[in-house]
């Protein structure tokens, strides 16, 4: 059973960067297939996908966030990890990390349970 | 990038009864690019299917989707109390950006 958890304050203050880790457990980011992703739900709102990596490094993100948002990979720690810069109070909100199985035809089949970022000072 | 408006936004139902929910593409894109989700309050979502129509292991057989091009249904074919709670259906076709639903709320009547 893949797990994923994620990690990293939570709170943020205005103009400086986001950071959090997405650590993988059950399963091994290096087995290939799938994509390591970060979707994020503003507060009572719909979801928003940020971004994902593949184990060899190729990302693909948003573009609506793409001038901010660097994601990465050590799969040597079997984690995989989000940056994004220049934080606002819009992007205060739930982060989830997750494995997304798209080239299997499938969906976001796991998830992690979601950290929440506060940007205030 | 592919907009994706489900409708209802919300809905109000009693248990045992049969519910649809509807997804539709800006353009059209695949059945098997086409994915629902479940999330419960304060929860992480949970696929539920995906390819349109396959149930995720695990997923009552009450759960079915349907559909092709640009529109797409979600039926819960009698709704049980822990299925209250916001459905997405979310679009992976070809290339990024993948893009999500705005969610229906369902709720007890």
């Known amino acids: 059973q893949v797990q994923l958890q994620e990690s990293g304050p939570g709170l943020v203050k205005p103009s400086q960067t986001l950071s959090l880790i997405c650590t993988v457990s059950g399963g091994s980011i290096s087995s290939g297939g799938y994509y390591w992703s970060w979707i994020r739900q503003l507060p009572g709102k719909g979801l928003e996908w940020i971004g994902y990596i593949y184990y060899s490094g190729g990302a693909s993100y948003n573009p609506s966030l793409k001038s901010r948002v660097t994601i990465s990979v050590d799969t040597s720690k079997n984690q995989f990890s989000l940056k994004l810069s220049s934080v606002t109070a819009a992007d205060t909100a739930v982060y989830y990390c997750?494995?997304?199985?798209?080239?299997?035809?499938?969906?976001?089949?796991?998830w992690g349970q979601g950290t929440l970022v506060t940007v205030s000072s | 990038d592919i907009q994706m408006t489900q409708s209802p936004s919300s809905l109000s139902a009693s248990v045992g009864d049969r519910v649809t929910i509807t997804c539709r593409a800006s353009?059209?894109?695949?059945?098997?690019?086409l994915n629902w989700y479940q999330q419960e309050p304060g929860k992480a979502p949970k696929l539920l299917i995906y390819?349109?129509?396959s149930l995720q292991t695990g997923v009552p057989s009450r759960f079915s989707g349907s559909g092709s091009g640009t529109d797409f249904t979600l039926t819960i074919s009698s709704l049980q109390p822990e299925d209250f709670a916001t459905y997405y259906c979310q679009q992976t076709y070809i290339t990024p950006p993948w893009t999500f639903g705005q969610g229906t709320k369902v709720e007890i009547k």
């Open positions: 353009q059209s894109i695949s059945s098997n690019y």
């Open positions: 390819a349109a129509s």
């Open positions: 997750a494995r997304d199985a798209h080239d299997y035809g499938e969906g976001v089949d796991y």
